[in-house]
């Protein structure tokens, strides 16, 4: 994946098309972020929207010398799933300021669908890290299921690359002592996952 | 932006169509006055040290994002407390970024040398603080939707060689949500440059 310029990511809070090209880039990456952890069409629909109307309001915020614009976009992906996390169907519902599902058609089923079948290996990975503590799960998240590298997640999560390190190292030792079927985590998706 | 991208779907023609419209919005909005989230977070800043904490949770509540948790109005310390944990470890809990003087000392009295900055709004220290330290210490930090409100982290003294300073700076990202600002941490041996606060764009 080829990323737009640090400059350009900086723009799409209030430029229509700098924003064109950065959602054109990357929705496909934010889908299949998101269909890694849900497995309901609509919600990965109605994520996919929250996932970008944040990094419209945050845009201005980036920068470039924090790392890579996918680790940026990933870091405020994990930001909008952990707060859809904590809420109630309700609450979600009532919180939602542009609901995604309501742009979806029959055909668009079908598709996040499939989308949704293809991650199903990386979903069941991601629901076996729920053993680990946050901040070490979060290391693993990023690069065993979404194919960032450990100095990318580290920016992604606003941490030192040595640290994001001992974090990997320490996620991966405890996800082979919790599991006997060993889930071998850097098998799973990371090689059609995106890279800079 | 190179990459070749396939076409979209319909749901995601239709979403880039709404997101744009949202843009173009917020850009018309920023050409007249500026938007709802920079007028919540900007408006009152004639410090140097940002206060960041309230507001930022008031830009949250303007902007309707994620879920909004109410800060209590507090003053003086009630900014930050520093406790010494039953294995070792030092918590420091922010509630309001301010007072970073007063926040240093509390850390230097639980055996923590600290070096901490809030800078303005859209400012960055320079990242030449001083020899960083490259091995790895703990830093746990919690956010603030975790905590109801307030920041925290965890260090332990330990860790630290004499001569030795925990270095910590803000830096917050445009949409004004506590969680999302990046919180610096690295640790640098010897003297500690100041932070020279410098343009964020």
Known sequence: MVSSSGEAVRRIGTDPQAFEAFYRAHVDAVERFIARRVADPHRVADLTAEVFLATIESAEGYRPSRGAPIAWLYGVARNVLAGDRRRSARERDAGLRLAGRRLVEADDIARLDERIDAEAQARTLYEAMEQLPAHERAVLELVALDGLTVSEAGRALGIRAPTARVRLHRARRRVRDHFAAPVSPPAVPAASGPRQ | ?201
Not at chain 2, 1 to 17: I, V
Not at chain 2, 120 to 136: A, I, L, P, S
Request: glycine share 10%.
């Open chain 2, 1 to 201: 932006m190179s990459k070749t991208e396939g076409p979209l779907t319909g749901f995601e023609e239709r979403l880039l169509g709404e997101l744009k419209q949202v843009v173009a919005d917020r850009a018309a909005a920023q050409g007249t006055a500026p938007g709802p989230v920079a007028v919540a977070v900007r408006a009152p800043r004639p410090r140097r040290r940002v206060w960041a904490g309230l507001t930022a949770t008031v830009g949250v509540a303007a902007a309707g994002t994620a879920a909004v948790v109410a800060l209590p109005a507090m003053g003086g310390s009630a900014a930050y407390a520093v406790e010494t944990n039953e294995d070792g470890t030092v918590t420091a809990t922010i509630k309001e970024f301010k007072d970073a003087e007063g926040l240093e000392r509390q850390l230097e009295e639980h055996g923590v040398s600290a070096e901490v900055d809030y800078v303005e709004w859209g400012k960055w220290c320079r990242q030449d603080r001083g020899e960083t330290v490259d091995r790895d210490f703990l830093f746990d930090q919690q956010s603030p939707k975790e905590q109801g409100g307030s920041w925290s982290f965890t260090v332990r003294p330990a860790d630290f060689e004499p001569g030795e300073t925990l270095v910590i700076d803000t830096a917050w990202s445009q949409d004004g949500e506590l969680a999302s600002a990046f919180i610096g941490s690295q640790l640098v041996t010897g003297p500690v440059r100041p932070c020279d606060p410098s343009p964020a764009r």
